[in-house]
Protein backbone atom coordinates (compact mmCIF):
# COMPACT_ATOMS: atom_id res chain seq x y z
CA UNK A 1 0.00 0.00 0.00
CA UNK A 2 0.93 3.23 -0.74
CA UNK A 3 -1.15 5.63 1.41
CA UNK A 4 -1.43 9.91 1.41
CA UNK A 5 -0.36 12.41 -1.08
CA UNK A 6 1.27 11.23 -4.31
CA UNK A 7 3.13 14.62 -4.35
CA UNK A 8 5.81 15.99 -7.01
CA UNK A 9 8.32 15.39 -3.61
CA UNK A 10 7.91 11.59 -4.11
CA UNK A 11 9.16 8.96 -6.68
CA UNK A 12 6.81 6.16 -8.43
CA UNK A 13 9.61 5.30 -11.64
CA UNK A 14 10.46 1.85 -9.56
CA UNK A 15 7.58 1.42 -8.20
CA UNK A 16 5.33 1.20 -11.10
CA UNK A 17 8.24 -0.61 -12.93
CA UNK A 18 7.89 -2.96 -10.47
CA UNK A 19 4.06 -2.92 -10.69
CA UNK A 20 4.14 -4.00 -14.24
CA UNK A 21 6.62 -6.84 -13.39
CA UNK A 22 4.82 -8.41 -10.95
CA UNK A 23 1.47 -8.40 -12.46
CA UNK A 24 1.55 -12.58 -13.05
CA UNK A 25 1.67 -12.54 -9.25
CA UNK A 26 -2.03 -12.51 -8.47
CA UNK A 27 -1.76 -12.85 -4.68
CA UNK A 28 0.42 -9.53 -5.04
CA UNK A 29 -2.52 -6.77 -5.19
CA UNK A 30 -0.42 -2.72 -5.01
CA UNK A 31 -3.06 -0.30 -3.35
CA UNK A 32 -2.38 3.34 -3.85
CA UNK A 33 -4.98 5.10 -1.38
CA UNK A 34 -5.16 8.72 -1.34
CA UNK A 35 -4.66 11.73 -4.23
CA UNK A 36 -1.99 14.24 -5.10
CA UNK A 37 -0.98 15.84 -8.33
CA UNK A 38 0.99 12.62 -9.53
CA UNK A 39 -2.68 10.48 -9.17
CA UNK A 40 -3.18 10.90 -12.68
CA UNK A 41 0.20 9.94 -13.82
CA UNK A 42 0.39 6.60 -11.67
CA UNK A 43 -3.55 6.11 -12.67
CA UNK A 44 -2.17 6.81 -16.83
CA UNK A 45 0.24 4.32 -16.55
CA UNK A 46 -1.83 1.36 -14.84
CA UNK A 47 -4.26 2.22 -17.47
CA UNK A 48 -1.60 2.08 -20.36
CA UNK A 49 0.02 -0.87 -19.25
CA UNK A 50 -3.38 -2.83 -18.12
CA UNK A 51 -2.65 -3.59 -14.90
CA UNK A 52 -4.61 -6.27 -12.89
CA UNK A 53 -2.35 -5.97 -9.75
CA UNK A 54 -3.40 -2.37 -9.54
CA UNK A 55 -6.07 -0.36 -7.26
CA UNK A 56 -6.44 3.08 -6.32
CA UNK A 57 -8.58 4.14 -3.89
CA UNK A 58 -9.91 8.15 -2.85
CA UNK A 59 -8.85 8.92 0.52
CA UNK A 60 -10.71 7.30 3.83
CA UNK A 61 -11.91 9.70 6.22
CA UNK A 62 -9.74 11.06 8.66
CA UNK A 63 -12.09 9.26 11.64
CA UNK A 64 -11.63 5.99 9.00
CA UNK A 65 -7.82 5.52 8.37
CA UNK A 66 -6.76 3.23 10.54
CA UNK A 67 -8.94 0.80 8.86
CA UNK A 68 -7.33 1.86 5.62
CA UNK A 69 -3.92 1.56 7.22
CA UNK A 70 -4.33 -2.18 8.29
CA UNK A 71 -5.62 -3.54 5.19
CA UNK A 72 -2.54 -4.21 3.72
CA UNK A 73 0.59 -6.55 4.53
CA UNK A 74 3.08 -4.10 3.47
CA UNK A 75 3.58 -0.18 3.67
CA UNK A 76 5.27 1.66 0.60
CA UNK A 77 6.85 5.78 1.21
CA UNK A 78 8.86 7.72 -1.78
CA UNK A 79 11.12 10.37 -1.77
CA UNK A 80 12.24 12.31 -4.83
CA UNK A 81 16.39 12.63 -4.69
CA UNK A 82 17.52 15.86 -2.95
CA UNK A 83 14.24 15.74 -0.52
CA UNK A 84 15.94 14.02 2.91
CA UNK A 85 15.95 16.58 5.48
CA UNK A 86 13.56 18.84 3.53
CA UNK A 87 10.27 16.61 3.39
CA UNK A 88 9.55 14.10 6.10
CA UNK A 89 6.53 11.78 5.09
CA UNK A 90 4.35 11.37 7.58
CA UNK A 91 3.00 8.03 6.28
CA UNK A 92 6.25 6.15 8.08
CA UNK A 93 4.36 6.95 11.57
CA UNK A 94 0.46 5.36 10.73
CA UNK A 95 2.30 2.11 8.94
CA UNK A 96 4.37 1.79 12.46
CA UNK A 97 1.36 2.77 14.49
CA UNK A 98 -0.61 -0.04 12.10
CA UNK A 99 2.11 -2.78 12.88
CA UNK A 100 3.15 -2.71 9.21
CA UNK A 101 6.70 -3.17 7.63
CA UNK A 102 7.88 -0.55 5.32
CA UNK A 103 9.71 -0.53 2.21
CA UNK A 104 11.23 2.97 1.73
CA UNK A 105 12.69 4.00 -2.03
CA UNK A 106 14.29 7.20 -1.47
CA UNK A 107 17.25 8.77 -0.02
CA UNK A 108 19.23 6.52 2.40
CA UNK A 109 20.11 9.73 4.39
CA UNK A 110 16.50 10.52 5.34
CA UNK A 111 14.77 10.77 8.20
CA UNK A 112 12.70 7.76 7.33
CA UNK A 113 15.29 5.93 6.11
CA UNK A 114 17.42 6.45 9.34
CA UNK A 115 14.26 5.32 11.24
CA UNK A 116 13.41 2.25 9.45
CA UNK A 117 16.83 1.46 9.54
CA UNK A 118 17.64 2.07 13.60
CA UNK A 119 13.88 0.01 14.47
CA UNK A 120 14.54 -2.46 12.20
CA UNK A 121 10.60 -2.05 10.93
CA UNK A 122 11.45 -2.56 7.17
CA UNK A 123 13.77 -2.54 4.23
CA UNK A 124 15.42 0.84 2.39
CA UNK A 125 16.13 0.92 -1.07
CA UNK A 126 17.91 4.57 -2.39
CA UNK A 127 18.08 4.57 -6.01
CA UNK A 128 20.90 6.90 -6.30
CA UNK A 129 22.84 3.68 -4.68
CA UNK A 130 21.56 0.87 -6.56
CA UNK A 131 22.52 -0.54 -9.53
CA UNK A 132 17.99 -1.50 -10.48
CA UNK A 133 16.19 0.57 -7.90
CA UNK A 134 13.53 -1.78 -8.98
CA UNK A 135 14.89 -5.07 -8.62
CA UNK A 136 15.99 -4.04 -5.32
CA UNK A 137 12.61 -2.96 -4.46
CA UNK A 138 10.70 -6.69 -5.98
CA UNK A 139 13.37 -8.28 -3.89
CA UNK A 140 12.50 -6.56 -0.76
CA UNK A 141 8.42 -7.37 -1.55
CA UNK A 142 9.26 -11.07 -2.95
CA UNK A 143 11.07 -10.92 1.02
CA UNK A 144 8.27 -10.10 3.01
CA UNK A 145 5.51 -11.55 1.14
CA UNK A 146 7.24 -15.03 1.44
CA UNK A 147 8.11 -14.52 5.33
CA UNK A 148 5.34 -14.01 7.34
CA UNK A 149 7.53 -13.97 10.90
CA UNK A 150 9.65 -11.50 9.32
CA UNK A 151 7.10 -9.42 7.96
CA UNK A 152 5.30 -10.24 11.52
CA UNK A 153 8.42 -9.29 13.53
CA UNK A 154 9.16 -5.69 11.45
CA UNK A 155 5.57 -4.79 12.17
CA UNK A 156 5.60 -5.37 16.04
CA UNK A 157 9.40 -2.85 16.05
CA UNK A 158 7.59 -0.55 14.57
CA UNK A 159 4.60 -0.33 16.54
CA UNK A 160 6.80 -0.50 19.58
CA UNK A 161 8.78 1.97 18.92
CA UNK A 162 5.62 3.72 17.65
CA UNK A 163 4.04 3.74 20.69
CA UNK A 164 7.74 4.46 22.69
CA UNK A 165 8.61 7.41 20.85
CA UNK A 166 5.86 8.82 18.70
CA UNK A 167 2.56 8.36 20.30
CA UNK A 168 0.20 11.70 20.35
CA UNK A 169 1.06 12.40 24.09
CA UNK A 170 4.59 11.32 24.16
CA UNK A 171 5.18 13.64 21.08
CA UNK A 172 3.69 16.64 22.73
CA UNK A 173 5.82 16.32 25.77
CA UNK A 174 9.00 16.12 23.42
CA UNK A 175 7.68 19.54 21.77
CA UNK A 176 6.98 20.86 25.74
CA UNK A 177 10.19 19.80 26.79
CA UNK A 178 12.03 21.66 23.54
CA UNK A 179 9.52 24.61 23.75
CA UNK A 180 9.82 25.28 27.51
CA UNK A 181 13.77 24.69 27.09
CA UNK A 182 13.39 27.02 24.24
CA UNK A 183 11.56 29.71 26.72
CA UNK A 184 13.43 28.95 29.50
CA UNK A 185 16.50 30.08 27.43
CA UNK A 186 15.29 33.37 26.24
CA UNK A 187 14.19 34.47 29.80
CA UNK A 188 17.80 33.78 31.09
CA UNK A 189 18.95 35.58 27.91
CA UNK A 190 16.87 38.43 28.56
CA UNK A 191 17.33 38.67 31.91
CA UNK A 192 21.31 38.53 31.27
CA UNK A 193 20.70 41.32 28.54
CA UNK A 194 18.74 43.79 31.17
CA UNK A 195 21.48 43.20 33.52
CA UNK A 196 24.40 44.65 30.47
Sequence with gaps: MYSGNAGLLHRF???????ERMQPRREIIFLFVGGGLRKQ?????????QLPNFRY????PRDQIRYSLSLADIH?????SGMAGIAIPSKLYGAMAAARPLIMVGPESSEISLTIREVGCGFVI????????????????DTLVNDVDLRETMGRRGRDAFLKYYECEIAVDQWKVLLDDKLNRAELLAAETSNI
Design 57 to 60: LDYF
Design 76 to 80: LITLG
Design 13 to 19: GEVMDVV
Design 126 to 141: DPDKEDDAAEALEAAI
Design 41 to 49: EIEAFAHKH
